[in-house]
């Protein structure tokens, strides 16, 4: 890559921390750049870079009418999503990161990220970051500073946190900010390392240039990171979106949910509810993350979203699917990996209206409908600014954050997770969250479509190590007077033929309801073995196109289902080894005992269902 330094002036920004300084300093003196830039969040910067990033390739203009203040880019093929096998956690002992987690000791990895990093910014600029994950000046936020040479880097982390001024202002003289390095390097996945040093608070990641890889603030410091403080610190980092379901008579009842990646927290987090429900509005706080604390004087979960803007999955977002998405990423939104039309507007499979004849695909080159390769990337994304969302909560910038009365666990499942369930208390919730399952998707690399455990959502994401992240959950229960409710739910049970038994999207309404009126305990409910389904009539399923039948399968419990996923957790709790809290392992042989029992006694399997 050329120096460019003439179209980078001197930026006029005074810093003055000395320990932002002198670490700036040793990161320059590692990697070599040409130059250093150090953003301030300006619009004019903003625009600065945008005009850079284009004259190097790195950007191209979209159609300026359709699309105002939008770009396209398109990232080496070889670097398209998460890295799990290159992700680590480098804690002083194996033991620390856990089962779940790759690990390398911390002196080990340095040494050999320092080997790599030497020079890696020769003939470069360095970008100095400074950013906030969460509201400025909220007690709940953190400071970090990402140093990197991608310009692309720079753009997104201003679309997608609290980016510039504001945050060396909010970090004052203080040493305590997130350090994070990044180097493109040549893009080879030979050289490619997410390392993370929760110890010293410190990410360093290489040879990527890609979404939750290089993004620092979000996955590395907000999960992996940030779910180690909140163990230390008594509070919780979640793979969660965070909505507000607002009510015909006003009143509005938060809700967080962890869905794993590519299954649906962006959508869900930003619903149009269907005509039946007249009056009901969904107000999105946040669509990936959620940092969320027990407030000592009513004893509450309150969540804050750290996040500043999504870097939502583009396939499949439609006016059908997600109309609020579409105009939130109609300006200033940057287009990683979709395809485009002649005319400069984006293109993905499942957009509105009809496809397309002819498009340049994800990578540049020509496609046209007969192309049997798909024209954006199955795991194609867009960045946009929150403020653009018509259905931004007016709290998604609140220091206190809001108070959630309901937890959602779900994930991507053809059988056996019912559309919804209810945890009888906190630790029957915590059991759904550790063990819930889901097909893998394309937003990391690897084999497509296979049943994993993904605890909470956080498999990828938990810094440290998963039995105790499992008793930390337990542990919150003691610092609640007034806990969440748990529910479990599942949009993707699908019939025979292959095809999704519910309609999803904003009929998911429906079950929310149903969730918003359990919380508040003004509705009844089934008791089934492993939890409370809605009774014949509770789910609201008026002016609903698909038969009861249809939606009692979607709704089904059958036993011999559960007979082999109870299962299936036991290799899942053995693999965890000795931190797996022993309520945990001793909840699954409660529940394969009572499936005994009741087999026995009442030998019928609709016991169990919702009818
Ligand atoms: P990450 O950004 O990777 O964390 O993903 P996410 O959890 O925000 O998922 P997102 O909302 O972007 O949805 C991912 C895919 O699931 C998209 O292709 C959606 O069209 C599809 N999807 C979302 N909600 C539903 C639903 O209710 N039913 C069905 N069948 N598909 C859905
Ligand atoms: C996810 O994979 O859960 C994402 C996308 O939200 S990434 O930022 O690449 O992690
Ligand atoms: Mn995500």
């Not at 970008?127 to 936020?141: A, D, E, N, Q």
């Not at 620092?216 to 507000?244: F, Q």
């Not at 024209?375 to 946009?384: L, M, V, Y």
């Amino acid at each position: 890559m050329a120096a460019h330094t003439s179209l980078v002036p001197a930026p006029p920004m005074v810093v003055k921390n000395q320990h932002v300084l002198d670490w700036v300093e040793e990161m320059a003196k590692l990697t070599k750049p040409d130059n250093i830039v150090w953003c301030d969040g300006s619009d004019e910067e903003n625009e600065r870079f945008q005009a850079l990033a284009v004259k190097q390739g790195i950007l191209e203009p979209l159609n300026d009418e359709k699309l105002p203040g939008c770009f396209l880019h398109r990232s080496n093929p070889n670097d398209v999503a998460r890295v799990e096998n290159l992700t680590f956690i480098c804690t002083p002992t194996k033991e620390e990161a856990g089962p779940t987690n790759n690990w390398m000791a911390p002196k080990d990895a340095y040494a050999k990220l320092t080997a790599l990093f030497d020079g890696s910014m020769k003939g470069r600029t360095m970008y100095v970051v400074p950013y906030v994950m969460g509201p400025l000046g909220s007690p709940m936020s953190k400071v970090g500073i990402e140093v990197t040479d991608s310009v692309y880097v720079a753009l997104n982390m201003r679309i997608m946190t609290r980016m510039g001024r504001g945050a060396l202002k909010m970090l004052g003289e203080s040493n305590d900010f997130n350090r994070g390095l990044h180097s493109t390097l040549d893009c080879n996945p030979e050289r490619r390392f997410i390392c993370h040093f929760p110890q010293d608070n410190t990410i360093w990641s290489i040879g990527s240039g890609y979404g939750g890889n290089v993004l620092l603030g979000k996955k590395c410091l907000a999960l992996r990171i940030g779910s180690y403080l909140g163990k230390k610190e008594g509070w919780l980092a979640e793979h969660m979106l965070i909505l507000g379901v607002e009510s015909p008579e006003g009143e509005v009842t938060y809700v967080a949910a962890a869905f794993p990646s590519a299954c649906g927290k962006t959508n869900f987090a930003m619903m149009i509810p269907p005509k039946r429900f007249k009056g009901w509005k969904i107000w999105t706080v946040g669509d990936d993350i959620a940092w969320m604390r027990v407030n000592q004087e009513d004893g509450r979960l309150y969540a804050i979203n750290p996040e500043f803007g999504y870097f939502g999955v583009a396939p499949g977002t439609s006016n059908h699917s997600n109309p609020n998405a579409i105009k939130t990423v109609s300006k200033n939104t940057i287009f990683t990996n979709v395809a485009k039309t002649p005319d400069g507007d984006v293109w993905w499979e499942g957009k509105d209206g009809p496809v397309p004849p002819e498009l340049i695909d994800w990578q540049g080159r020509p496609w046209d409908k007969k192309s049997a390769e798909k024209a954006a990337h199955p795991n194609s994304r867009f960045t946009a600014p929150a403020t653009n969302n018509p259905a931004l909560s007016k709290f998604y910038d609140d220091p206190q954050g809001v108070p959630i009365s309901a937890i959602i666990f779900g994930g991507r499942r053809a059988t056996t997770v019912p559309l919804v369930m209810q945890a009888f208390n906190w630790m029957n919730g915590v059991f759904f969250g550790a063990t819930m399952g889901s097909e893998t998707t394309a937003a990391a690399t690897g084999k497509v479509g296979i049943v994993r455990r993904d605890p909470m959502a956080m498999l990828p994401f938990c810094g440290y190590n998963m039995g105790e992240y499992f008793a930390h959950w337990m542990s919150m229960q003691g610092r609640m007077t007034q806990p969440p409710k748990v529910f479990m739910v599942n949009w993707f049970r699908k019939d025979k033929n292959g095809k999704f038994l519910w309609p999803g999207f904003g009929e998911n309404m429906r079950v929310l309801k149903w969730v918003v009126d359990r919380a508040r305990l003004r509705v009844g409910g089934q008791e089934t073995l492993f939890g409370w389904v809605p009774r014949a009539g509770d789910l609201d399923l008026s002016e609903l196109d698909i038969s009861p039948e249809q939606v009692d399968e979607a709704a089904s419990i059958k036993l011999e289902e559960w007979e082999q996923e109870l299962a299936s957790f036991k290799e899942f709790f053995d693999s965890i080894g000795p931190t797996l809290p022993k309520a945990l392992s001793l909840h699954r042989e409660l529940l394969l005992a009572r499936i005994e029992a009741a087999k026995v006694d009442l030998s019928t399997k609709e016991y169990a269902t919702a009818e």
